[in-house]
C-alpha cells in the first residue's frame, strides 16, 4: 500500500471574521446636535472565511468589487489583526503588493526599498546587494532619489512590485498591481510573475479582476462574495461560472 505525503500548506485561513466600526449616516441638521452622541454602525467585510493554500500552489481570488478580496489580503500580510479566526503562515516570509500601501511616503523610494526590505526580514546588506537590480526593473530612473509622495499610482505601484519579485519572498500576496503601469511594464511583470511561479516552493495568491490572467497564472481559485466563500476549485471550474454571474 502506498504511503500518501501529507500536504504541506503555507497558508491557513480559519473561521476569519473581520468588521468595520463607521458612524451612522445622518442628515446635516442631526449632526449638529448629536455631536457627543454619534452612533456608529458594524459592517463585517469577511463573515468566517476557511480555506488553506498549499506550498507551492498559486491561488486566485476573485469577487466583485466590494466583497472582501483586499480586506482578507491584508488581514493575511499581518497589516491588521483579524475580529476573530486566525492567519497561520507556519514561518513562512511574506510580502503584499499592493497600491497604497507599506511606504512611508516622506521617505525617497531608495530609502523606502531598505525600509521595505528590512520589514519582509532581509538585512541592510542583502537588500544593499539587489538594490541595483531593483531600481532598474523599475524604471524610475532619477525619481527613485525623489520622495515617494510625489509618485503617480504607476510609479507607486512599480517601486512595489520590484521590491516583492527581486527579493523573492516565501509568499508573494499580488492585489491588482498586475494591471497597473504602461502595457510594457505589465507586460514585463507578467513574464516575471511567471519565472517566480515556476518556483514550485514559492506560494502566491492573486487578487484580480482579470480572468485571463486568473485562467493563466493560477492552479485554484477561491470566489468570495459578500464576505463569504462562495466557491473553491480549479480555473476550468470556477471561472465559467463566475464569468456568467457577472456578466
Known sequence: MEQQMEKKYAIEVKDLKIRYR???KLSIRKSLFSLKKSK???FEAVKGVSFNVPEGEIMGI????????STMLRAIA???SPDEGSVDLHGHTISLLSIGVGFQKKLTGRENIYLSGMLLGFSE???KEKMDEIIEFSELGDFIDKPVKTYSSGMYSK???SIAVILETEIILVDEVLSVGDAKFRKKSFRKMESLIADENRTVVIVSHNSANIRK???SVLWLHEGKVKMIGTPEEVMPLY???MS
Open 22 to 24: 463607521c458612524l451612522k
Open 217 to 219: 497564472l493560477c492552479t
Open 62 to 69: 476573485v469577487g466583485k468589487n466590494g466583497s472582501g478580496k
Open 159 to 161: 517601486l512595489a512590485f
Open 40 to 42: 456608529t454602525e458594524v
Open 125 to 127: 546588506e542583502q537588500v
Open 78 to 80: 499581518g497589516i491588521f
Open 243 to 245: 464569468d456568467e454571474f
